[in-house]
């Protein structure tokens, strides 16, 4: 399996196809292959694509320490470097969107467009604090990860779709992964998050971007997105009525189509 280290941390990665390069970023306590349709849409549609495992996810090496949105930028920035890439079209989802903001402002020169979906400009609102340290108290005991994940669950996927073979399927396995988190490393990722809020920088964003919101979105719901969209100079905002959280998955189609028209029509 392909790995690298970066700043004493060991992180997996998956890079595969030809073309131009496209980093998939995942978000909080999943990893790397939530991204499975859209490595197949990619690589078969003539791109490189890059899917790492975060800091502290999936078979990446722990968060040994507090792990800001930032650090997970400067992780990607470093697995390009490894991968001798200059450049790259950035597509992440919640936790993933973040780091696609963050990388576009603190990397410009080697992202020339991002894709946000379900995600938000901030996470460092007097709720979010309080959410982190429910989360804190949850990780620390027995199977914390897979407790929160089964009460997460619900809000992540469309109802359809968490009913469908597929949905029963991907519940058995991400119970798999949940069951083997560190509960210590996810905190120190959450911590991180806390510090995130890039509103007042939307507008030094100049690559071009899409912002995918799901209707059924209860986590980071619709108008969050739309503050994002609105933030970016040119952004696209797109809605997919009938997806929840992780639209990437439970509205494959359709999410796979947006991203592959939009890389298309902002190629560089």
């Not at 470097?81 to 993933?96: F, N, Q």
Request: with cysteine; aromatic share 8%; charged share 20%.
């Amino acid at each position: 399996m392909p790995y690298f280290t970066h700043a004493g941390h060991r992180l997996h990665y998956v890079a595969l196809g030809e073309g131009r390069p496209v980093a998939l970023v995942h978000g909080f306590t999943n990893a790397g292959l939530a991204w499975m349709h859209q490595m197949a849409a990619l690589a078969f549609s003539g791109y490189q694509v890059i899917v790492p495992d975060l800091r502290g996810h999936g078979l990446s090496g722990p968060a040994t320490n507090k792990t800001t949105v930032a650090d997970l930028g400067g992780d990607l920035m470093a697995l390009l470097d490894h991968l001798k890439i200059e450049r790259v079209a950035v597509c992440g989802l919640s936790l993933g969107g973040m780091v696609a903001q963050q990388a576009a402002l603190d990397h410009a020169s080697r992202v020339d467009a991002i894709v946000v979906a379900n995600s938000r400009a901030t996470f460092s609102t007097p709720e979010l604090y309080a959410a982190v340290e429910g989360w804190t108290e949850l990780f620390l005991q027995p199977q914390g990860p897979l407790k929160r994940f089964q009460a997460t669950w619900p809000n992540m996927l469309a109802e359809a779709f968490r009913g469908s073979g597929a949905g029963k399927a991907t519940f058995e396995n991400w119970c798999r992964l949940a069951a083997r988190a560190d509960g210590s490393s996810l905190i120190n990722v959450a911590r991180g998050m806390r510090e995130f809020d890039v509103r007042g920088r939307l507008g030094e964003i100049r690559q071009p971007a899409l912002v995918i919101a799901g209707g059924q979105d209860r986590l980071f719901p619709p108008a969050q997105a739309r503050e994002v969209a609105d933030g970016i100079a040119g952004a696209c905002y797109e809605l997919i009525p009938e997806a929840a959280h992780i639209s990437s998955l439970d509205s494959a189609d359709r999410f796979n189509g947006l991203l592959l028209d939009f890389l298309e029509q902002n190629g560089q």
